[in-house]
């Protein structure tokens, strides 16, 4: 196995998302990416909405020779993201702030995104805290559909978005959406689980 999960530690952040089968799932299938990852010689990679850090740190742990950055706009996330990263003898570089706003252009050759994506009232997309890293608002896509028309800008051209979905965030119009910006769309891996079922895709120019 090339990527091994990441240890971790929340006992001192109660306010960070704890891993769980969405997560695993995503490692599944970055695992099952990790040779076109190899390929990809990517020199910069990021997670949005990095929580703990397990999937950005253990992308840092199979992947040499890039620079791994990890944003989130829970404070408390980014230093349990820090915590995971000196755990596993990694260097992740943890930055509070929403979203990918604060890059520059193309600097991106791999974006690892498993976003907020629970349908909920738009009204629980406020604050900063816990309810940040599941409450997407309406059909779960009101913070996956600010981000989509930035990643054209942000991901080098040979870049690749890894994108968790729900099936009630209506993966199509995703899939369509991206079309239009130029983007070829893969399914990377697909699992049905207790009340949810969840595709990860994979996006490239």
């Not at 409450?135 to 896509?141: E, L, M």
């Amino acid at each position: 196995m090339h990527l091994q999960t990441a240890e971790y530690d929340l006992s001192s952040h109660a306010d960070v998302y704890e891993p769980s089968e969405d997560s695993f799932l995503f490692l599944d299938a970055l695992e099952e990416e990790f040779g076109n990852l190899v390929d990809l010689k990517p020199l910069n990679i990021v997670e949005i909405g990095s929580g703990s850090g397990v999937i950005i740190t253990s992308l840092a742990k199979a992947l040499k020779n890039a620079n791994f950055f990890a944003v989130d706009i829970n404070m408390s996330a980014c230093k349990a993201t820090q915590m995971t990263g000196e755990l596993n003898a990694t260097a992740i570089q943890p930055l509070c702030m929403d979203l990918l706003g604060q890059f520059k252009e193309n600097m991106f050759d791999v974006i690892v995104f498993n976003p907020p994506y629970v349908v909920t009232d738009s009204e629980e997309l406020c604050g900063n805290g816990i309810n940040r890293a599941w409450a997407g608002g309406k059909d779960g896509r009101e913070i996956i559909d600010k981000l989509l028309p930035k990643i054209p800008n942000i991901l080098s051209c040979k870049g690749i978005f890894y994108l968790l979905l729900l099936k009630e965030n209506k993966p199509k119009e995703v899939i369509d959406f991206m079309f239009t910006l130029g983007f070829a769309h893969k399914i990377i891996k697909e699992r049905k689980l207790l009340g949810e079922y969840l595709y990860i895709v994979k996006f490239n120019k």
